[in-house]
């Protein structure tokens, strides 16, 4: 069993905790009918984005495989889009407001950037390469740093010691 396992049943105990005060706070705030029936409208707002979210991610993949495309960017952000309808949809006012930040745009490309981060140190770099297409890696010219040798070996005859190249520009491709 993971480490980080462990502490999901405290996680979600402390999540439950939240999203009551949560409530109760809104509640004597603006009344406990208004703050219930916040909860519901935020809910099925967020079962309507939940089948459109998925749908969404279905077409985009599908199309993204239809032209030969890596569809890892178009799956990272329907992961993205599904978790904050999923969130919304979930009775809580502090998940369903994570949830709908999760949908604004520019949030939504934050966290598919880091769901793409966490896929590609999970995943060996070939298939890495085959989801998100060929890695970019800029190198820059500089002092070429001196590498640690295990022991220093003397040329055998014919040989001269390796030097460090230039630095280059280029792109990593697996295949």
Known sequence: ??????????????????????????????????????????????LVLLRREGMRAWRRFRAAAQAGQPPGPQVTDGLVGLAGALLLALPGLVSGAVGLLLLVPPLRRLAGGGVRRTAERRVSSMVAGDLFGPRRVRVYPGAPQPAPSPAPQSPTAGQSPQQPGPAIEGEIVDR
Do not use: I, K
Not at 16 to 44: D, N, P, W
């Open 1 to 46: 069993m993971r480490r980080g396992l462990r502490f999901v049943p405290l996680a979600l105990l402390l999540l439950t905790l939240l999203e009551l005060a949560v409530f109760v706070l809104v509640g004597r705030a603006v009344g406990f009918g208004a703050a219930l029936l916040l909860v519901f409208a935020a809910s099925l707002l967020g």
